[in-house]
Structure formats: structure tokens, C-alpha cells
């Protein structure tokens, strides 16, 4: 029986068919890209124009007019040479390209891609489990829940994100909270090996003994290298032991929030790496005793298998989270080891201070064991924040297609992670996978010289012309302390 805390929340007031006709709706730039393209594509590959229902399948969003890339034109390869072909053609009419899989990412830098080149994995979804048992090789266009849902049907689990419509790889390359972490490790921590198509075209394969210096890389801060075309990853028995997974949830007033984290620190946090492999299907009153003596207006309790704890959180394919053309939502995320209890009440007084053009903000807090995280040595991966177990994030929310909205909230949203961070008495370290696009790249992937500089110097080395440089790029820079001691 698995176990884990609530999240607690914070809430104030088509596919055309094989053909490369021209459609009418295509620009001159992107009609002689497809021309020039489809010689060299498979015959299972799709050339979709802005008028056609394949483009439309491959660029409907999460988000719709915030934090999004523009495509001229989408291709949904069938293989890993059609991949290779479309970069090729992308450079040589020097458009930008990105890979699609779960459309969830939004932040300020993939705004920045425009008349560019959609790379849509969506035929890159097989899934198969290798002779050990202890492993599948993953299509790199399979979302988060189709990969788990498949794993189940052979009595397999993995560590995964909570959204079952995100891809299954974006948030791995960012270090990749989420269930079983505690056991497991994050997401980066279970990639075995990856083929990565690099912004020259070419196919390499990383792992632990092939380009290790990239391999270190793709862990934490990957959407910087190349797009994965397919990648190994490591997979764990479901039993009758740890199959059901218990859960309570608590919902308290306002007037509670120090008292609720009082607790929290004083209960939850003390025992996050014992929540594991415990019998029955309720939570221990050793680990929801306190929240109960704080007398919420209303708890729920059950147990569920793991598919059931995203529906239970509001995170299924029929949930707000996954629906399509959702309101513009600006994250602001703060990692930390506990909350800053005097930040969070003035954060509190913010949110209730917000115009009602901002009504349906959220404060989200997530907590995690970090057991099996901190077990993986702290600089053996890109991935630099190992010691925090609590993300905070504002999640500033709005209607979409509003400019000044957008400039507005952005001021809210920096605030509040401002209160937040000056409460806590510590630097700025932000999630990658929510990340805002303000911060810096040591807020990002980590202060210490060395990283910076090792994350530059691969840079320079395995995408020199910048081709990855659309979600929270690192940049090139220009030499500088990089020291060979950090080579892994």
C-alpha cells in the first residue's frame, strides 16, 4: 500500500492521409518547405498545413495565447529518418523547429519560436518491455498516462508526473517530480538510455557509457540538446503489496493555513520517506492525527490503484488540467524544504487582494520524498535541487488572448514568488517544469559555478548553432571556469 499527503490547494473568490498537395492556407515559405521535404519523407509520414485537421490535433493546447511556440506548418514523422529529414529541411530554410508530444509546455521562451516547424511525435507511442523485466523502450511522443496505462497491462509500474496528458518525456528531461519518487528516484533518475536527434540532424545514443557527457545533460536540463526519438527507462513489478495506494484529503479555512503547515512540518515531513509498502487501505492516524485535530470543514478517504490517484487529484484526461484551451495560467514555482509559514500568510493576503479579473488563482503546494532522490549523488545529473521536498507555485490564471492581463499577471505572479523567497531566507530555485521564463539560469539549473559552466561548455559542443534553444535555454556562453574534475 502506497500512501502520500494531499496537495493541498489555496483558491480565492486529423489527420489528413499520405499526401503532399499543397493546401491553400500555407504561406509561400512553408509550401516550398513541404516541396522540398516530402521527397525524403517515409510514406507513413504526414506534411500538415494550417487548414488541415492534423495541424490542428498537433497544435491544439493546454494554453492557447500564452507561453506558446507558432507553426507554419506541422510534420508528424513516421520514423526516426523522417525526424532527421525534417531538421535537415528546417536548416536548410532556416525555420525553427520543435517536437510536440502532450502540448503542455508554456513559458515566455517558446513564445519566441515563431513561423516555425512542428515535429509531431504522435506515431512514436510503442511501448516495450524488455527480457530483464526491469525496463521498456518508450516512444518519445507517448503521454504520461497512455505509458502507465500500458505498463499496467503487464503488471509494471514506473515513476511518472501526475497529469496523465503531458508527455512522458519533457518533464523526465527536467528532473521530473512525481509518484514513486520516494522509492525511485525522480524521472531523469530512471532513464537508462535515450536516441536523441541533435540539431544537426544526426542520431547518437547516450546512457551511462555512451556520451556521458550528454547523457548527464539531457537529466535536468535536456530540452537544451535534441528531440528524443525513443528512450529506454526503468520499470518496477506491480504486487499485491503495493498495487493500492491510500489517500486522505483534508480542507481546511483560511484562518487554518499556519496551523495546517505547523503540522505538516511537525508530521508529514518527519515521516515522507516512511510512506511505503504499508498494509490496509488507510492512511496510519500517526501520519493524519494532526490534520483531524485541526477539525477541517470536510475530508475524503479511500484507496485507489495508481490510475485512480490521478483521477482522484484532478488530473485525468477528462480533467480542467487536460482539457484544451484552457485559461492563460502563468506558473511561478519555488522550491524549498519547508514552507516559509510567515511568507505564505502574506502571500495568502495577496491572492485575496487580486483583481477579479484574477479570481480563479490558485496557490498550488506539493510535497514529496526525496528518499530515493537524495540517494543519487547530487552532481552526478543536470538536475541540481535534490535537497528540497516542497514546491510552492502561484499559479496566476486569466483569460486568455490579453496582453495586458498576461503583463499584469506577471507582476502578481513574480510578487508573490518574491514574498515567498524572502520568507524563506534562502536563494531562488525554480522547477524547470513549471518555470515562469523570468528567472535566471542559476535559479534554474543551479548556483554553483560548475554547472553553469559544464551546461554551457555541452552546449557549445552538442548544439552549437542553438537549434534547442526554445524552452529555458542555457545559452552558449563563452568558455570561462568549466573544470574537468566535474566530468562524470
Known sequence: ???FPAVLTATLASAVGYTFNIFSASTPSSTTFAANLAPHLSSQAQICHPDSSCYKNAT???????????????????TIEDIQSTIRAANAHSKPFLAI?????????????RNGVGIWLE?????????????????????CGELRDKLALHSKQKVQGACDCTGAVAPMLGGGHGWLQGRYGLMADNLVSAKLVLGNESLVEVSAHQHEDLFWGLRGAGHNFGIVAEFVYKIYDVTEENRDWAYEQFYFEEEKLEEVQVSWSGGWKGHLGDLSDMAGNDIPDTYSSGFRALQPFNSFSGATDLAGVSVMMGFDVDAPPCAKHFPTLQRFPLALETYPIAGMRAVVDLLKSLPTEFNITRIILEAYSVNAVQSVPENSTAFADRSSNLLISPFITHAPNDANLARRGAVY??????????????ALNAYV???????????????????????QKLKRKWDPSDRFGWYLPIGLGCGGSYNDKHDM
Do not use: C
Request: proline letters at 3%; aromatic letters at 10%; hydrophobic letters at 35%.
Open 123 to 143: 506515431s512514436f507511442k510503442d511501448v516495450e518491455i524488455l527480457p530483464d523485466g526491469h525496463s521498456a523502450v518508450v516512444g518519445g511522443g507517448s503521454l
Open 60 to 78: 491544439s493546447r493546454w494554453q492557447t495565447s500564452w507561453g506558446i511556440p507558432h507553426f507554419d506548418i506541422v510534420i508528424r514523422p513516421s
Open 433 to 455: 517544469n513549471y518555470a515562469h521564463g523570468t528567472e535566471t539560469q542559476r535559479e534554474l539549473y543551479g548556483y554553483q559555478q560548475w554547472r553553469v559552466d559544464r551546461l
Open 101 to 113: 508530444s502532450g502540448g503542455h509546455g508554456a513559458t515566455l521562451s517558446l513564445a519566441k519560436l
Open 1 to 3: 500500500m502506497w500512501a
Open 413 to 426: 505572479g513574480n510578487e508573490m514568488r518574491r514574498v515567498m523567497v524572502e520568507g524563506s531566507g534562502h
